[in-house]
């Protein structure tokens, strides 16, 4: 049986299960097909004994050992050719990840690593390396009443001159250190494979289902300070975190997307903010970064002349 879904802006098709994505019921064609197909002898052919992947503008292949081999192709076909004795939800996790990563840098979207939320009727996205607290921080801020955009790809456009964030999909993942300090709990959550203590999260009811204006993207690194700091990034910084933070960023250049991520990444530069916050490793900060995130962002409202009530009132 087919199953239709929505994520990332598309209808996706496919046989193979998703409940981390929210079906539908619709005639309308998928955007996006999941297919299951014997990929052995084409990776025969064309991979070498040391390579897992073989990228080209509209067509990427990959194989993950004891997982799966996987081919994207033309933007809307992801084939996958599961290896023995694997896991759907290892599946899963690479289909949602890397397969969805090709597939919208083969249809000219930018996909950011790290999380997306909703502050004052816009997305600001927390980008950093794994570990840095990018979801841990998205999932603060959920707590204080926004909502979630995304979490892992943040699919970037712009439309009509204007930096846009489109929604995934309502999960989160997060740390059991992280549960603990939120006071969750892990009972009845689905574990991520091979990361057993790092659940997967749903978010149904603080998940934005509607594209809106990226405004900024902040940077969170771990730092030796006993205090967190954050400020503006400008100029070459700028393009030089876009790029360093875009997911899967080696396919740019086998794609041929090197002027077309510069040239993107030149317009976001112009019209969003972009700071680094860089948090201490000794203690757990997450609950102190909405407060301080929100008074940056409000202080920098101010100096532009803007009225952002929201994030006063937020900020409370």
């Not at 289902?209 to 070459?236: C, F, M, S, W, Y």
Request: hydrophobic fraction near 40%; charged fraction near 25%; proline fraction near 5%.
């Amino acid at each position: 049986m087919t199953n239709k879904y929505t994520a990332f802006g598309f209808i996706i098709e496919s046989k193979f299960p998703f409940p981390e994505l929210i079906p539908i019921r619709t005639e309308q064609k998928g955007d996006i097909t999941i297919e299951s197909k014997d990929l052995a002898q084409i990776w025969e052919r064309i991979a070498e004994s040391n390579k897992y992947f073989d990228v080209e503008p509209q067509c990427c292949l990959f194989k993950i050992p004891e997982v799966a081999i996987f081919m994207i192709e033309q933007g809307c076909k992801i084939f996958y050719s599961p290896l023995e004795d694997v896991k759907e939800d290892h599946i899963r996790l690479y289909l949602l990840g890397t397969c969805m990563g090709a597939i919208l840098f083969q249809r000219n979207i930018l996909p950011l690593h790290g999380s997306a939320v909703e502050i004052d009727g816009k997305a600001f996205a927390f980008v950093g390396h794994s570990g840095a607290g990018k979801s841990t921080t998205a999932s603060a801020f959920l707590k204080r009443g926004h909502q979630l955009i995304s979490d892992d790809v943040i699919p970037v456009t712009i439309e009509n001159g204007v930096p846009v964030v489109t929604p995934a999909y309502p999960q989160q993942k997060l740390w059991q250190e992280s549960l603990d300090e939120f006071d969750m709990t892990s009972v009845g959550l689905r574990p991520i494979v091979d990361r057993e203590t790092k659940y997967a999260i749903p978010v149904e009811e603080k998940f934005v289902t509607k594209r809106l204006p990226l405004a900024g993207v902040i940077e969170i690194e771990k730092g030796e300070a006993d205090k967190v700091d954050i400020h503006q990034v400008d100029n070459l910084l700028k393009l030089h975190t876009l790029f360093n933070h875009t997911y899967r960023n080696f396919m740019v250049k086998q794609m041929g997307l090197m002027n077309w991520h510069f040239s993107l990444s030149a317009q976001l530069c112009e019209q969003i903010s972009l700071y680094k916050l860089t948090r201490p490793v000794t203690y757990f900060t997450a609950n102190d970064l909405p407060g301080l995130i929100l008074s940056t962002l409000r202080m920098e409202a101010v100096s532009h002349g803007e009225e952002h009530p929201s994030l006063i009132e937020s900020n409370s």
